[in-house]
């Protein structure tokens, strides 16, 4: 047995660099990749040629070498996180060891010292017990790798789609808690696992520790697509009128479900030595040519490559991918073969499995020791074509933003925190927090909503909802919120008087109230009179200086009413309002319905959820009086008055209005300057406004929809549109969406993970970011959300038997689970 110690190539790691046995120097950066499924045709291309500049850059006998990491791993629950919300608690349980990969991004950059002999199968580092430099290091040379690879970075970084962090000594060589590259490479381990040495065994099969390794290299040109771009259609996402792109090599990337490590090398060599040793197997080829037909086909491609090097200037290189898989289950490790093999031949490619040279490969991908790869597996290309076969995207990235929703990472539902409100604002993303939300029924859009607010209640927001169809009601019992609807048993109660403790009679609030009463006493046609709206000012003015005299009397509409018939008539009877100037007898008698004994005395003289100002939760679910000529003005002066309330006296504080399908009826009942006021000017008091509709036709039919809101929504979530994908091109434009956002969208719920329950959403921030995403949730959340009817009884019965409904559904979850039903 060899020590590692007298074989490795490895001298020394300093100066944020590795230097091996022979004089090569390598600096590494971690790359930072564009997250999966978020780039359009036009940026794959940009993207594209931005690696090719950079290599460009890069200087003769140097080496780059990008190396992917995809590790199988489980998610972490943060229990601590989550604190003592009881959906939170669910979901992190619910989440909890849910498998995915994790990916990690290297590129390695190594210059080799003039006249290092070339490596080969036969001749490598590997195969030596101890090796001795050439020739010591130059100083300038060294200055002079610096100063390209800084070039190669900025080119890289200004292109806007990587992120590079140059690696120090620690992350390279790694410290005695943390693994270096160098270490994780050795032993394959994760990113964030312990430092741990494994046997190495390379005879018969590479073996690593517990883990038996496969390497599958394409080393060979007639092995290579015949054709190779930037990136290339995925079927499983694409439909008949839209292309769904992902990168060349991503079959080979994130979509390759297993332990892996996608090495991708790229070697510049002397370019007219290159030329001149090629022009010289073509002539061979050439007087070979009559002899066979194979030598005349290999003549004619040697020819064409050297053409297409001297006419279009390209760089011409060598270049050698492979993918290195493990597992230490062995009916694992019998599938790695066909996951691969799949894999490639989704490139059009064929997979060669390697085990004469796998040593000598695998040797050369450790971190430092690329100039050691065996040239005799490599092929000539260009770097035009080389970068086709870059892994280009990673994983889905949770936000830095404390504020934001869980959502889940579209390939294996892994949970992402997403920040769709501050986050792009600060980023010059998005102008304002408003929200267009379009969803047909059975789309999951009541899922997602109540996800959103659940997740912005959590997090100290002040939430209104105005809803048709009692989407919220179980979401609302949870938060113990106050749930405003009518019924004959139990009918709509609102307190408009009522100051609560802190609050006083601003000006503001007497406006509102005159604006109620106003609205009750006249007619829509029937106009009020100057000196009718300064009479009834004083009125309340006087009623409550009465109620500051009187602490006893609870304020209310019965209560004000009495004042007006008693305190209120010898104001008049001092003749210091005139009758002609404000008619009282025929204001009380038009508000006598509304006091005690009248048809509606209910309406404003409740005595219960009375702080509608420091309530963080409030529901007006208007299904029963939307319709109604009385109840349905009331309710959304009574709606509005509160929102700008809170909107001006609560600093600092995140309000949030959600308007349902309740839009429609509060825009045809004359509201449509209140939705144009509160979309564009919400932003100024740290609120938002979303707005949520399911038919297309609402949207092209209400110019308040098209004008206001949409104009005003920087945020647009669209959910489930495959019925409506071959009259999708009006919605596009309505929206303003590009043709990648337009693919995104019909792809959502293609290929869904049949194993589990969820659906998809598309969020757009302002027309410059968009994402997919899935909305999986809990058990526990599913029962608070649910709008079915059986669900929601049956969530009801549980909570009446267990004293709660937090009890109730935690029960009910516990009894579907023993009995193996999922929701």
Known sequence: MVEAKNML????????????????????????LPEIFTLSDRDYEAYHQAWVKAIKVLPGFSILHKQDWFVESTYKADFERSGDAFLSRSSERFFNEREC????????????????????????NVLRKSIVPEQTISPLLYSDFL????????????????????????????????????????????ENEMPMISDIQVKDGIRIGSKQVELYTLSDAEDMPALCGSRINYDKYSTDRTKFSIGFSSPLGSLLNCNHILNQFVFIEDAQKTIKRLEAKKLRLQSLSGYSRENAISRDACNDFLNEAIASQRLPIKAHFNVMAWSEDAAKARDIKNLVGSAMAQMDAVAKRETDGQAQVWFAGMPGNEADFPMNDTFDTFVEQATCFFNLESNYRSSLSPFGIRMGDRLSGRPVHVDISDEPMKMGLTTNRNKFILGPSGSGKSFFTNHMIRSYYEQGAHVVLV???????????????????????????FNPFYLTEGDVLDTEKKESIKTLLLALWKKDDENFRRSEYVALSNALTLYYVHLGRNPDIFPCFNSFYEFL???????????????????????????????????????????????LLHERFIVFELDAVKDH???????????????ISKMRKLKGIRKVILLEEAWKAIAKDGMAE???????????????????????????????????????????????????????????????????????????????????????????????????????????????????????MMVQEYAKKYGSIEKGITMLVADLQNKNLKP
């Open 674 to 792: 209140y939705i144009r006021y509160l979309f564009k000017t919400v932003r100024k008091f740290f609120g938002e406004a979303i707005v949520v509709t399911q038919e297309v036709e609402d949207i092209i039919s209400s110019p308040i929809v098209k004008q206001a809101i949409i104009n005003n929504s920087d945020c647009k979530i669209l959910l489930d549109q495959s019925k409506y994908q071959n009259k999708f091109d009006a919605i596009q434009e309505l929206l303003g969406l590009t043709d990648k956002e337009k693919a995104q969208v019909l792809s959502m719920n293609k290929a869904n993970d049949p194993k589990r329950r969820y659906r998809e959403v598309f969020i757009s921030l302002g027309g410059q970011l968009s994402k997919v995403y899935r909305t999986e949730v809990s058990p526990a959340e599913y029962y608070s959300y649910t709008t079915e009817e059986s669900e929601k």
């Open 565 to 611: 018939m008693s305190e209120y008539m010898q104001v008049l009877e001092d003749g210091k309002v005139k009758e002609k100037d404000f008619d009282v007898g025929n204001f009380l008698y038009v508000l006598n319905p509304y006091y005690k004994g009248g048809e509606f005395d209910y309406l404003l003289n409740a005595t219960e959820n009375l702080d």
């Open 9 to 32: 190539p490895i001298y020394k790691v300093e100066h944020n660099c590795i230097l091996s046995m022979q004089g090569d120097i390598t600096i590494a950066y971690k790359v930072t």
């Open 467 to 493: 809803d048709v169809g009692h989407s919220y009601k179980g979401l609302c019992d949870l938060v113990g919120g106050y749930y405003f609807t009518y019924s004959e048993n139990d009918p709509i109660k």
């Open 629 to 643: 000529a009385i109840l349905f003005p009331v309710v959304t002066l009574i709606l509005m008055e509160m929102f």
């Open 101 to 124: 990969l994790d990916h990690s991004c290297y590129i390695f950059l190594t210059k080799k010292p003039s006249g290092r002999k070339l490596s080969s199968s036969a001749y490598s």
């Open 147 to 190: 100063d390209s690879a800084g070039q190669f970075e900025r080119i890289l970084v200004d292109s806007g789609f990587v992120g590079l962090h140059r690696l120090s000594d620690d992350e390279l060589a790694g410290t005695a808690n943390k693994a270096g590259v160098i270490e994780r490479y050795m032993f394959l381990l994760g």
